[in-house]
């Protein structure tokens, strides 16, 4: 039996993983698609094997098949008005990060959600869904390193996409720093206050605007967290996921692209100038899926139990201050102050 009816809202070649999840489920179907041209939707159908109508606008592909949810897979800047036509619309909304092209955008689809209580908006973050990233935050939040004050992330890959990327204003920023942002407020339960942010496009740099950027951030809990990203820079990669340090009270938990583990002091030692550390492991208990599916899986099981999903839009909203705030504070040169609930 289907239970939700599915419009896909863009048809590039993210929509892919988005098509795929939905095609597994069988309590799921697409029943419409929406691009800005038909062609992206006749190929769709071509290599999934579907017969699924083409609409040129979420609000007459709704209206037309009874849909329930949407898939907001286009371009940030189309998020404002595929959202908006979806709640307004009636219907749950899944989206690609993300929320919006600008906070007061974002804003103004959080007060929208706020007033369609009985629909659920959730965003993509997929790199919450990663079985290290879920034992280091167990690590973390289970006391191991004491409080965590101290949060450093370095992310250094040298990614030739071309296309509209190399063409943005603040590529790294705006494309994938929400990510790391995301993870650092997943890994340590606390929301960001400020941030100053230091943008700019090194030497060798393939792209037009600033593809590289120091950030700093003040978390509500006391913690800081540093963000030092090149999506420029060739040769000792970093993961996708960045590099990770975590220094607590007790002990830093560490995270590069093995299993996250923590040193903490070791116990009975008498004061000395350095003390001997004890090596403790991260406890891997999570056994969801990876990545994109494992968002989704939350984001439809959160349907299925009628709660919130782990990262809808009034979560998601303060990782998306994080990504603006930062863009604002490089351009005004300045500490800024970021959303408060």
Same mark, same amino acid.
């Given at each position: ?27 799921? =179907?697409?029943?419409? #698609? ?19 109508? #083409? ?9 037309? &098949? ?11 800047s189309a998020h404002r008005a595929v959202a908006t036509a979806a709640l307004e619309g009636g219907c749950h909304l899944m989206s690609e990060k993300p929320m919006a092209a600008s906070m007061e955008e974002a804003e103004e689809l959080a007060q929208l959600a706020a007033s369609k209580p009985a629909l659920q908006y959730s965003i993509m973050q ?25 949060? &450093? ?14 063409? %943005? +204003?603040? !590529? ?35 792209? &037009? ?30 993961? #996708? =996921?960045? =590099? ?15 299993? !996250? ?5 070791? !116990?009975?030692? =008498? ?11 991260? !406890?891997? &208990? ?12 939350? %984001? ?9 999903? +782990? ?31």
């Amino acid at each position: 039996m289907t239970t939700y009816r599915i419009v896909q809202a863009g048809c590039g070649s993210m929509a892919n993983t988005w098509v795929k999840y939905a095609l597994e489920r069988e309590d799921a =179907e697409i029943v419409a #698609w929406v691009d800005l041209y038909e062609a992206a939707a006749v190929k769709m159908n071509e290599t999934y094997g579907l017969s699924v109508p #083409w609409f040129a606008s979420v609000e007459e592909a709704i209206r037309e &098949t009874g849909a329930n949810l949407v898939f907001d897979v286009t371009v940030p800047s189309a998020h404002r008005a595929v959202a908006t036509a979806a709640l307004e619309g009636g219907c749950h909304l899944m989206s690609e990060k993300p929320m919006a092209a600008s906070m007061e955008e974002a804003e103004e689809l959080a007060q929208l959600a706020a007033s369609k209580p009985a629909l659920q908006y959730s965003i993509m973050q997929n790199r919450r869904y990663l079985k290290n990233i879920r034992a280091l935050r167990d690590l973390v939040r289970a006391g191991t390193i004491g409080k965590p004050g101290f949060v &450093t992330a370095d992310f250094f890959v040298g990614a030739h996409f071309g296309g509209f990327r190399d063409a %943005m +204003e603040s !590529p790294l920023i705006m494309d994938m720093a929400i990510h790391t942002f995301d993870q650092a407020r997943f890994l340590i339960g606390a929301n960001p206050v400020s941030v100053y942010c230091h943008e700019f496009n090194p030497e060798g740099s393939w792209y &037009t605007g600033n593809a590289a950027a120091t950030c700093i951030f003040e978390f509500d809990n006391g913690a800081v967290f540093t963000y030092n990203g090149s999506w420029c820079s060739e040769g000792l990669r970093t993961t #996708w =996921e960045a =590099e990770w340090r975590i220094a607590g009270s007790k002990g830093t938990a560490s995270w590069k692209d093995a299993a !996250p583990y923590a040193e903490v002091v070791a !116990p009975g030692q =008498e004061a000395k100038f350095l003390y001997e550390y004890e090596r403790v492991e991260a !406890p891997f &208990t999570w056994d969801g899926r990876e990545g994109h599916y494992g968002c989704l899986d939350e %984001m439809f099981q959160a349907l299925a139990e009628g709660r919130s999903a +782990e990262t809808s839009y009034a979560d998601n909203i303060y990782s998306t201050a994080m990504v603006f705030g930062a863009i604002q504070s490089a351009k005004e040169q300045r500490k800024v102050m970021l959303r408060r609930a």
